[in-house]
């Protein structure tokens, strides 16, 4: 599990490979990451826009932009928080990502708000000790 706190709102990833949607002799692995969103602050918080940056094991690199999360843009109260879970399809057998969500206060300001960077293994890849 990764976890990061940045303007009083936690984001938990928590990435699991799914063998069930891999096909490592057709060169395609598949994660699936559950994410919790929750609102440390006083006020409500709304998430406007997600930007992912997802990095594959040979360093083939790709960006992920758009409104909201899995087709919504919650709005999070102070002491609550908004779950959901998603997918990444790499073409190798690990590989990262993180990002930022885009948050906007009730005073109409906007901030973003870190996703932690995460790794993502298979049990296709090779170990290496540092």
Known sequence: MYMTVTHQVK???EPAFDPDRSDPDEGSYFWRYDVEIANLGDRPVTLMER???ITDADGRQQ???GPGVVGEQPTI???ESFRYASGCPLATPSG???GEYRMVGEDGKSFDVAIPAFSLDS???SRALN
Do not use: I, L, N, S
């Open 63 to 65: 960006e992920v932009r």
């Open 96 to 98: 990262m990502m993180f």
């Open 77 to 79: 109260k102070p002491g």
């Open 11 to 13: 984001v938990t990833v």
């Open 51 to 53: 930007h992912w940056r």
């Open 123 to 125: 049990p296709h890849g």
